[in-house]
Nanobody
Framework: QVQLVESGGGLVQAGGSLRLSCAAFGRTVSTYAMGWFRQTPGKDREFVAGINWSGASTYYADYVKGRFTISRDNAKNTVYLQMNSLKPEDTAVYYC?????????????????WGNGTLVTVSS
């Protein structure tokens, strides 16, 4: 069973950058698509970005497109989320997970192995 550990969150001013990491332990995730989601109190967890197993294809929610970049290093069993031009509305707990179906990467219920998340706070 895979265990995912997110890191890299913190407090940053609007316009700043952060790089999140999602390290997988227990088994390789190199053959699976992966995704990043985020959640704020009282709201549903929402899709942020997804990446296929090889890293050749990436997908973004409209609200992060052009600002965030998802990537992966299969040799390190790790997925990254580079976040630039951060806005206060990006404040959330960010989670990564393993995509376990052949469907769209945006579907929350197709993901498994959720980590505990990492908190990103963007001040105005």
């Amino acid at each position: 069973q895979v265990q995912l550990v997110e890191s890299g969150g913190g407090l940053v001013q609007a316009g700043g950058s952060l790089r999140l990491s999602c390290a997988a332990f227990g088994r390789t995730v190199s053959t699976y698509a992966m995704g990043w989601f985020r959640q704020t109190p009282g709201k549903d967890r929402e899709f942020v970005a997804g990446i296929n197993w090889s890293g050749a294809s990436t997908y973004y929610a409209d609200y992060v497109k052009g600002r965030f970049t998802i990537s992966r290093d299969n040799a390190k069993n790790t997925v990254y989320l580079q976040m630039n031009s951060l806005k206060p509305e990006d404040t959330a707990v960010y989670y990564c997970a393993v995509h376990r179906s052949s469907g769209l990467l945006t579907v929350l219920n197709d993901y498994r192995g959720w980590g505990n998340g990492t908190l990103v706070t963007v001040s105005s």
